[in-house]
């Protein structure tokens, strides 16, 4: 029996998340990052905001990420990053959920994500454990059992008769939301009662169905990384 049946998911970033705070000169409540970051320096003194624009009027805002700072207190490497509008300063700031709280606004996940699979063809009745491990290139907020639908090309009822069953382990209930790593164990209908899995599938005991496949179609040329969109 093969034990050593392992997969890697990973959610990619696909697009920054939606600043939401009311706009002082429109109805806009939805806000983008401009790509720039403002420093103002007072002698040894630094102001630092990071500046927004608004979805629907284009108006320029900022947010505060360090106010009356002395220089000697920020890295020389992080002030040069500041300073020259670093891409991923500027991703660091726009995705960090301690810089929306103390700014009282919330951050607004939705796109921001697709899940790449990256796993060989399997089949769900085959009784080896397969180990999945997710890994998360941004901290959204993911529905692990949206993941599941993705990652296993299955329904939402499937995905939730399959956990039900014991078949799919998780190191959390279904519907929480995930945005760290963690791993899931997909288990073959060996590891659980037959006759609960024949019910479970709405099938008559000893019937069994057609196996189930975990993955992309098949291809010539070995195993394809495959994504899927949030929104699919």
């Known amino acids: 029996m093969n034990t050593d049946r392992k997969a890697l998911w990973a959610v990619r970033q696909s697009a920054l998340p939606t600043v939401v705070r009311p706009c002082p000169d429109c109805p806009g409540m939805r ?12 002698g040894k003194l630094l102001d630092v ?3 927004l624009s608004c979805a629907s009027c284009d108006r320029t805002s900022k947010v505060p990420v360090h106010e009356r700072a002395h220089v000697s207190t920020l890295e020389p490497a992080r002030l040069v990053a500041y300073e020259i509008n670093d891409p991923t300063a500027v991703r660091e700031l726009v995705m960090s959920a301690s810089l929306a709280a103390k700014n009282r606004y919330r951050l607004d996940w939705a796109g921001t994500w697709e899940l790449e699979t990256r796993m060989p063809l399997y089949a769900l009745d085959d009784p080896s454990p397969l180990s999945i491990s ?3 290139e941004l901290p959204a907020p993911v529905r692990v059992e949206r993941l599941l639908q993705l990652g296993l090309g299955l329904s939402r009822a499937e995905v939730r008769r399959l956990v039900a069953d014991g078949r799919i382990r998780l190191p959390f ?3 929480a939301k995930a945005h760290q790593d963690f791993e899931l164990t997909i288990h073959g209908p060996g590891s659980v009662d037959a006759a609960k899995y024949a019910k479970a599938v709405d099938l008559p005991t000893g019937e069994r169905a057609a196996p189930a496949r975990i ?3 098949p291809a010539s040329g070995g195993v394809l ?3 899927a969109s949030a929104y699919a």
Do not use: E, T
């Open 215 to 217: 993955g992309p179609p």
């Open 49 to 51: 905001w990071l500046l």
């Open 225 to 227: 990384p495959r994504r």
């Open 134 to 136: 997710v890994g998360f």
């Open 31 to 42: 806000h983008r990052a401009s790509g720039k970051i403002r420093v103002n320096a007072n």
């Open 173 to 175: 209930a279904p519907d």
